[in-house]
């Protein structure tokens, strides 16, 4: 149990199910040249997965020192897990999910694409190491990776299989999964935003320059607050012109229900948070909102499926 804890397994399986979604609720339903077998595409996931495990291995590694200053129950390293142990650990996941990557890409043709995954690890290190602690930059590595975990199927599931005859196609399919990428993108940016203002006494002790060390708190809101409004317009935009102009009612119920209006609530949340309490509710909120707004390409999908 201390091992999933460490490895953060419920934000991995929500990656899992994420990419799976992807896969079975949009690409399936759409009927284009996939590159991928399924096996293949379990690989995907599990070299996303494993590498990512290993990201927030090296992450409390490197945060041992503020983790006892933000949350001392909840540390694991140097308390249950030896330091030496989880580097161990943080090796044999990183290692394994770049040796899955190795062999996807060989599989597909494209050997000169496992650099992705030995890219995304060494970011990921120098992230735990280093980036995090400089303002805004960290949040937008973290907010990137993520986005990036939907652009990489369309890198092996897309573009493998992508010709004259068909890249308009292949084109729209692969622009959809990045409009989803954007999103991903913006929301987590706007989350780990709200998480450093959460852990801003343990980061100001440490040393680190994070936003809300910077700028101040409030200032640091008001930015978070203008962030999670782009997503949210945007979105009532996309809903008029895309579903309701189209009498696509289930896919915009589900839109305006369960994450339009999470959005703008979660928007009132922020104005008005004070308290450590407010922003971790806040971070919880965020990434239910991440999970149905992924969700959301199934609904939509299925519903144009059965309107046509």
Not at 230 to 243: F, S
Request: aromatic content about 14%; glycine content about 6%.
């Amino acid at each position: 149990m201390n091992f999933l804890k460490l490895i953060r397994f419920q934000n991995l399986l929500l990656l899992a199910l994420m990419q799976l979604t992807f896969r079975f609720g949009y690409l399936e339903l759409i009927h284009i040249p996939l590159s991928l077998f399924y096996w293949q595409y379990s690989l995907l996931i599990v070299a996303t997965v494993l590498i990512a495990a290993g990201g927030y291995v090296i992450n409390d590694i490197f945060d041992q020192e503020t983790d006892y200053e933000n949350k001392s129950k909840k540390v694991i390293i140097g308390t249950i897990i030896p330091e030496s142990k989880a580097y161990t650990i943080y090796a044999a996941l990183t290692i394994t999910g770049v040796a899955c990557g190795f062999v996807l890409a060989n599989s597909v043709g494209h050997p000169n694409f496992a650099v992705i995954f030995v890219l995304i690890a060494t970011i990921l290190y120098f992230y735990a190491s280093s980036l995090k602690q400089i303002a805004v930059v960290g949040n937008i590595v973290v907010a990137a990776l993520l986005a990036f975990s939907v652009i990489i199927i369309g890198i092996f599931d897309i573009y493998p299989n992508t010709f004259d005859i068909n890249r308009a196609q292949m084109s729209l399919a692969f622009s959809i999964l990045f409009d989803y990428a954007k999103f991903a993108f913006i929301i987590n940016l706007v989350r780990e935003i709200i998480k450093d203002i959460e852990d801003i006494e343990g980061d100001n002790m440490q040393g680190m320059r994070t936003l809300p060390i910077v700028i101040g708190t409030a200032n640091t809101t008001k930015i978070a607050f203008a962030l999670i409004l782009i997503p949210a317009l945007y979105l009532l935009y996309y809903a008029k012109t895309n579903l309701f102009d189209y009498d696509l009612f289930y896919g915009l119920g589900y839109v305006l229900v369960l994450v339009i209006a999470p959005l703008l609530f979660c928007a009132i949340k922020i104005w008005n948070a004070k308290e450590k309490a407010d922003f971790h509710f806040i971070s919880i909120l965020l990434k239910g909102i991440i999970f149905f707004g992924i969700l959301s390409i199934a609904v939509i999908t299925l519903n144009i499926k059965h309107h046509a």
